[in-house]
């Protein structure tokens, strides 16, 4: 997000500072040198076989490439890009400029298109250091809806977190007659075109008689919870059942066909005692790991998650762990004592597994 200065009254831009420039400049360079000073330490540690030390050089190289373009990245929307917005006598302005493309483009939104403009919420993290917890600034988002040539409604959008400067925002478009409303929702990822087809689904009230929304400016420790309209909800779930296509469902079943070799080829050599597997057996680390990659293919923090997902994912793993023994029994000999330790390993994986959900559900009632 390219984050704006105010120049004059009312007025703001992305430009900044020519000392900025130049000192992040610097900084890149520095960066770059420090990169390439590691990345040439660890090529000469290779000859000499020293390889904690190569692998600790390769890692810093790499980040330090990764910082590296995310500054350049961050320093082209202050550099490459000329953005005004302004509130003007006669509307809302917009500039655009791609130094480096070309591109230009301005926009007015006078007072006579705009229907309306609605004051919703935004939460920024802000830092305090490694040593204390930081907290949630809240800022709004100006929505302005007007309507184009075509008589078809747009929407134009401005952000800001200072309570005096918004008043003065509020106060112009009063006087020209323009109704203005309030919004507790957090808007902080919606875009543009997300009003289109989510805009009427905003809860909204007179401006004036809004008391009970989050103040303007004021600090928090937890985040406002995200608004989503219908749409959005959709296309992310959409998003995520493609991401778990490609992605989470191809990690389950890897995960299901190591658990069946391991149970065909390493369970049999392992220690068991009482129909358990044994403490010198690396049953423990299994079952953690196991546990650790149900988590993550279960995606237990989304908001969306059947409640039967982590008892099914278990089940699946146990299953495969039996096949195992069942191929054991069919083609080699198996032990009845290690069908016991499986079905204990994996009760234990369905409890752990199923503790972890009801926390992470629980949690997710105050995100």
Known sequence: MIEMREKENLK????????????NTVILWLFCLVGFVAFGLGVLLIFGQQWFGVIVC?????????????????????????????LQEGGYYTYFKNIKTGEEWEQLVTFEQMQEVLIARTTRYQSRGSNRM?????GAKLIMKWTNEQGRPEYSLFGIEDRENLEEWIQRFKQNGIPVYSSGANVS???????????????????????SSPRIGSHRSNSLKLWLSSEMKEKKRSKELMHDKKVFNLV??????????????????????????????PSYWLCGINSILLLVVGA????????????????????????????????QTAQDEMLDAIIVDGLLVACFNGLLFIIFRILRRFW
């Open 58 to 86: 390769f890692a810093v190289s790499a980040f330090i490439a990764w910082a590296v373009r995310f500054i350049y990245r961050s320093n082209k929307m202050y550099t490459e890009i000329i953005l005004k917005c302004e």
């Open 252 to 281: 389950l079943l890897a995960t299901l066909m190591g658990n069946l070799l391991i149970a065909i080829r390493w369970m049999p050599s392992w220690p068991l005692n009482d129909g358990m597997f044994g403490d010198e057996s």
């Open 300 to 331: 237990y923090w989304r908001e969306q998650v059947k409640w039967y997902r982590s008892l099914r994912d278990a089940g699946l793993l146990l299953f495969a762990q039996l096949a195992g023994w069942g191929f054991l029994r069919l083609f």
């Open 134 to 138: 930081g907290y949630h600034v809240v």
């Open 189 to 211: 990822i919606v875009q543009a075109e997300d009003y289109q087809t989510g805009y009427e689904e905003l809860p909204k009230m007179p401006y004036d008689s809004d008391t």
């Open 12 to 23: 703001y831009s992305n430009a900044i500072p020519k000392w900025a420039i130049v000192v």
